[in-house]
């Protein structure tokens, strides 16, 4: 229908996959704990360092890690200028001022817990995938896939176990 279009759905090309989609993308605000604070539904074709500083204006206060799509040393001096967020990325190869190893290595933890929401969005809750038929139908699941990832978060701490992100063993205990 012409519903997708008409909510901003875009064509984009998805490198890491070789493949090129119609839609949207789902960019996340997520936890040193892997809770989603946060995200903004954008078209595919929206940069991802214009959607992520969107919706870091909407929050004050913050210390964040992005990836090398977010660097933009204009972008991060606005949001600490404005809403004490303080932007940080890993600089591409090919600048010059570069992180020492040990920072490095902190980030890469950090980014694993971000792969691990998406791994677990993308595979337990099948988020990629979506029968929906209209734009709406799309944000209610959407909504309600987030919603759940909270909540086994919630009972991983309610049942006082320590990696609040082994969800998968809610469904299939031990």
């Given at each position: 229908t012409g519903d997708w279009k008409a909510h901003g759905a875009a064509f984009w090309k998805v490198s890491s996959r070789s493949e090129t989609i119609f839609g949207y993308k789902l960019h996340l605000l997520v936890t040193m704990g892997g809770l989603i604070l946060d995200f903004e539904l954008a078209?595919?074709?929206?940069?991802?360092?214009?959607?992520?500083?969107?919706?870091?204006?909407?929050?004050?206060?913050?210390?964040?890690?992005?990836?090398?799509?977010?660097?933009?040393?204009?972008?991060?001096?606005?949001?600490?200028?404005?809403n004490r967020v303080r932007l940080r990325t890993v600089p591409r190869r090919n600048q010059k001022k570069q992180l020492p190893d040990h920072l490095k290595k902190i980030y890469n933890k950090v980014r694993q817990i971000i792969e691990t929401v998406n791994g677990q969005l993308s595979e337990q809750f099948n988020i990629e995938k979506n029968h929906a038929h209209t734009f709406w139908g799309l944000c209610t699941r959407l909504y309600t896939k987030l919603t759940a990832h909270t909540l086994c978060i919630y009972l991983n701490r309610l049942l006082g176990n320590s990696n609040l992100l082994q969800i998968k063993a809610l469904a299939f205990p031990n």
């Open positions: 078209p595919a074709n929206a940069t991802d360092l214009q959607v992520g500083f969107e919706m870091l204006t909407e929050h004050t206060d913050l210390d964040v890690l992005g990836d090398k799509a977010y660097i933009s040393a204009e972008k991060a001096a606005q949001l600490w200028q404005h």
